[in-house]
C-alpha cells in the first residue's frame, strides 16, 4: 500500500480550504438558477426556501428592528446559535438580515469538511478524508437541509456531531488532556446550536465510556476523560458546567485528582447525567413520537399533526438509500465500509448512533438520513481506500480512490442540479404583508394555518394562534374557523379564540375553552353549535383580527379539514366531504380527465370518482377580469346534487368539492369573495391572497 498521509500542515490546511469552497460552491448553483427571476426576490435579495427559516429569522429581527414586541412565540436572540449568529452577523457586517440568513447555511454547513478530513487525518488516511468531505458535504440529505436559503439549525445537524465524534476519537486515539476537554465542551454547545439531536450525542457519550471501560480500564485517563465528558452531557446551567470542566481540567493537568478520585467521582456524574438529561425518556419520546400515529388518547381525541408531517413518515428503503448516499450502491457500499472501519478501527465503533439513526429514517422518515450522511461518505470512500490499497503505486492509488468517489457524488450532483425548489413565498405575497403591517398593529392577530405562521410574523409583523412550532389542539380551532360553513361561527370563534389566548397569558385555547381533561369538560358539538345559532356575549375588543386566506392553502385543504372533522368525544371522523384540486386535466371533448380516478363525463352530466358515478351539481366558472374584478358564471346540471366543479380560469386550475367544502369559510371568502358584511371586511383581495379584517 502506498504511503498516503505524508502530507504537511500546511498542505492539510489547502485540501480543507478546497473541500469548503467546493461545499460552498455547489450550493451556489441554486441561487444562479433563480436570481434572476424577480417572483423569488424581496429587498433586492432572493428570500429564504424554508418555513423554519422565518422562526429564527424573526428572533433577529426582533432584535434588530423591535418589531414582534407582542408575539410571545418569537425567540429571543440568544434562544439559538442560529439566531444569535444572524443578529450579530447583521449588526456588525456590511449585510443586511435577508442576505445573511439566505447563505449563512451555506457557510456553516460546509464547516463538516473539517472534522471528516480531521478524522482522515486522525487514523493516517488524509486522502480518506478529503474524499470523504467532497462526498459528505454535498450528499443528498445533507445538501437539501443546508442548502442556500435553507436557514434552520439544520445547518449545525450533522457538522456539531462530526466534531463532536472527532473530538472523542482523538481523545481515544491520543490520550491527551486536551482533546477530552474539547470533546466536554463540544458537547456542552451542542444543544445551544441543535437540541434536536440530544439523543444521538448522549448515545456517543455512552458508547464513549462503555468503550474506554472496555479496552482501557486499567488507565489511569479513561476515569479522568469520563468525568469531563459525563459532566459536559449533564442537563444542567450550562455556565455552571462550563465552570466546572474548566476547573477540574486545570486540577487533573495538575494532577491534584488521582485516578481513584476520577473512578468514584464519574460514577457519580454519570448517574447525574442518565438522572439530569432524562436521557432514557428522552430516547424513547423520540422513537415513540414518531410511531405515535393516532388522535390524543386522553381527554378530548385531537388529531396530531405528526400524521400530516411528510418528514415524520415511513420511506423506501430506495429513499433511504438516495438520501444517504445518493444511490443504492452508494448506501451499500457505506454500510459495508463501516463494517469494515469497524473491524479494522474499531474506535468507529462511537459514530453507530449517527449510522443506526440514517437506518431508524425508514420507519422514523426523511430528517433523520441528515445525520448518517458524513459517517456514511467515511466509511463508502474508506471501502473505496480497502480496494485502492491494492495498487502499488501512489498514482494508481489516488486514480482509483479518486473515480470510484466521483462515481458517488455523480447522482449527487444531478440530485443538486435538478433540486429547484422555490422560495416559502413568491415576491407578491409578501407585498401583500407589507401593505398588512402598514394598515394594521404589531398587535393584530391573523388567524390561519400554521404553513404561514412564521412568514407572517417575519414580512408582516403579526401574530397567530398556531404556527410551524405551535403544533398543539389550538390546530382544531383555526380548522375549524377556516371550514366551517357558518360565517357567524367563524366569527365569534376567531374572536373567542384570540381574545382567550392574549387574557390567559398565551395558553392553548382549545384546552381553556374546552376545559379539556378537566372534569367539567365542554361539550364541544355543543359549544360550537351555540356559536352558529346561540346568543353568545363575546369578550371585549382589544386588537384587530384578520383572516388570511391565501390561493396555496387549495393543495392543502383536506389537511386542514382533517382536524376540525373530528368528534372529539370519540375522536372519530364526523363526515367523509370530498375535495380534489388539479392543474393537470386532458379534455378530450366529451371527458375531461382530472387524474387519480377523477373525471367529467359532460354528455351525462356525471363526475367519475373512481369505480362511481356522482351527478354533478353545478359547474361554476371563475375568472378576473381586466380590472381585477371577479366573473362568475354558474352552470346547473343537476339540481340539488352535493357535487359541483369549480374551474378557475385565471389560475388554470379545477377544483371538483362536495357542499360541505364549497360553503366554507374559506371557499366562500377566497375563491367567490363571498362574505358576510356585517361580520367581515375586505382589506386585500390579491389573486394570490385574500385578507379579511373582523367587524365584531
Known amino acids: 500500500m502506498p504511503n498516503t498521509d505524508t502530507l504537511t500542515a500546511k498542505h492539510i490546511f489547502l485540501l480543507t480550504a478546497f473541500a469548503y469552497l467546493f461545499s460552498f460552491a455547489i450550493r451556489l448553483i441554486w441561487v444562479f438558477q433563480f436570481q434572476d427571476n424577480p417572483q423569488f426576490i424581496w429587498n433586492d435579495q432572493l428570500m429564504i426556501n424554508t ?34 449568529l444572524a443578529a450579530f452577523a447583521t449588526k456588525y457586517l456590511p449585510f443586511s438580515l435577508d442576505t445573511v440568513i439566505l447563505y449563512m447555511p451555506a ?27 467532497l462526498l459528505g458535504s454535498i450528499a443528498w440529505s445533507y445538501y437539501n437541509r443546508t442548502m442556500t436559503g435553507y436557514f434552520d439549525t439544520d445547518m449545525f445537524s450533522a457538522m456539531a456531531p462530526m466534531f463532536i465524534l472527532y473530538f472523542l476519537l482523538a481523545t481515544i486515539k491520543s490520550e491527551k488532556f486536551v482533546f477530552a476537554l474539547l470533546s466536554a465542551l463540544a458537547i456542552l454547545i451542542y444543544p445551544f446550536l441543535y437540541d434536536h439531536g440530544n439523543a444521538i450525542v448522549y448515545a456517543m457519550g455512552i458508547i464513549y465510556m462503555v468503550y474506554m471501560i472496555l479496552f482501557h480500564r ?20 450550562i455556565g455552571l458546567q462550563f465552570l466546572v470542566i474548566i476547573a477540574l481540567f486545570a486540577a487533573i493537568k495538575k494532577e491534584l485528582i488521582s485516578a481513584n478520585i476520577s473512578l468514584y467521582a464519574s460514577i ?53 438509500a438516495n438520501r444517504i448516499s445518493g444511490s443504492v450502491l452508494g448506501l451499500f457500499a457505506a454500510l459495508a465500509g463501516y463494517i469494515v472501519l469497524v473491524i479494522r478501527h474499531k474506535e468507529f465503533i462511537l459514530a453507530l448512533p449517527l449510522i443506526g439513526i440514517g437506518v ?18 467515511i466509511s463508502a470512500v474508506f471501502l473505496f481506500h480497502v480496494i485502492a490499497m491494492y495498487a502499488k503505486e501512489k498514482k494508481f492509488y489516488y486514480l482509483v480512490l479518486a473515480l470510484l468517489t466521483a462515481a458517488t457524488i455523480y447522482p449527487n450532483i444531478t440530485h443538486i442540479i435538478g433540486y429547484k425548489v422555490p422560495t416559502v413565498f413568491m415576491q407578491q405575497e409578501v407585498k401583500i404583508l407589507d401593505d398588512l403591517k402598514k394598515k394594521s398593529s404589531s398587535k393584530d392577530y391573523v388567524v390561519t394555518w400554521w404553513d404561514y405562521g412564521y412568514p407572517i410574523w417575519y414580512y408582516g409583523d403579526k401574530n397567530t394562534l398556531i404556527d410551524g412550532g405551535k403544533h398543539n389542539n389550538d390546530n382544531f380551532i383555526v380548522s375549524e374557523i377556516l371550514l366551517t360553513t357558518s360565517p357567524l361561527e367563524a366569527a365569534r370563534l376567531s374572536r373567542i379564540a384570540v381574545e382567550t389566548y392574549v387574557e390567559s397569558n398565551y395558553k392553548t385555547v382549545a384546552d381553556t375553552l374546552f376545559k379539556n381533561r378537566q372534569k367539567d369538560q365542554v361539550d364541544v358539538s355543543a359549544y360550537l353549535e351555540n356559536l352558529r345559532y346561540g ?139 363571498n362574505y358576510d358584511k356585517e361580520l367581515f371586511e375586505p382589506v386585500i383581495l390579491d389573486p394570490l391572497v385574500k385578507i379579511y379584517k373582523l367587524k365584531v
Do not use: C
Not at 58 to 64: F, H, V
Not at 67 to 74: A, K
Not at 360 to 377: E, H, K, N, Q, W
Not at 592 to 616: R, S
Open 51 to 84: 418555513n423554519d427559516g422565518y422562526f429564527f429569522a424573526s428572533g433577529a429581527q426582533k432584535w434588530l428592528e423591535g418589531t414582534l414586541q407582542y408575539n410571545p412565540q418569537t425567540a429571543g436572540v440568544f434562544y439559538t446559535a442560529a439566531t444569535t
Open 107 to 133: 457557510v456553516i454547513s460546509s464547516l463538516v469538511v473539517v472534522p471528516i478530513i480531521l478524522i482522515g487525518r486522525l487514523f493516517g488516511m488524509t486522502a480518506v478524508g478529503f474524499f470523504a468531505a
Open 218 to 237: 486499567k488507565d489511569a485517563f479513561t476515569y479522568h476523560s469520563i468525568l469531563l465528558i459525563s459532566i459536559g452531557l449533564m442537563n444542567i446551567h
Open 268 to 320: 457519580i456524574t454519570v448517574f447525574l447525567f442518565l438522572y439530569t438529561g432524562h436521557v432514557f425518556d428522552l430516547i424513547w419520546s423520540k422513537v415513540a413520537l414518531y410511531f405515535n400515529r393516532g388522535v390524543e388518547s386522553q381527554g378530548l381525541h385531537f388529531y396530531q399533526v405528526i400524521q400530516t408531517v411528510r418528514e415524520a413518515g415511513q420511506i423506501p428503503f430506495e429513499t433511504m
Open 360 to 377: 431508524f429514517s425508514l420507519i422514523g422518515g426523511l430528517r433523520f438520513t441528515v445525520y448518517a450522511v458524513p459517517v456514511a461518505a
Open 535 to 673: 346568543d353568545v356575549q363575546l369578550p371585549e375588543k382589544s386588537r384587530d383580527i384578520f383572516l388570511y386566506l391565501p390561493m396555496r392553502m387549495l393543495d392543502i385543504l383536506p389537511t386542514v379539514k382533517i382536524f376540525s372533522n373530528l368528534d372529539l368525544s370519540t375522536g372519530k371522523p364526523i363526515s367523509n366531504p370530498f375535495f380534489y384540486s388539479t392543474q393537470r386535466f386532458q379534455d378530450s371533448g366529451s371527458v375531461i380527465q382530472f387524474g387519480n380516478g377523477v373525471a367529467l363525463l359532460k354528455q351525462e352530466g356525471m363526475v367519475q370518482i373512481g369505480d362511481q358515478k356522482v351527478p354533478l351539481g353545478e359547474f361554476i366558472k371563475i375568472r378576473y377580469t381586466k380590472d381585477g374584478k371577479l366573473d362568475i358564471n354558474r352552470q346547473t346540471i343537476t339540481p340539488m346534487s352535493r357535487l359541483t366543479i369549480i374551474y378557475l380560469e385565471s389560475y388554470q386550475r379545477f377544483l371538483i368539492l362536495d357542499n360541505e367544502y364549497l360553503n366554507s369559510t374559506f371557499i366562500q371568502m377566497y375563491v367567490f369573495e
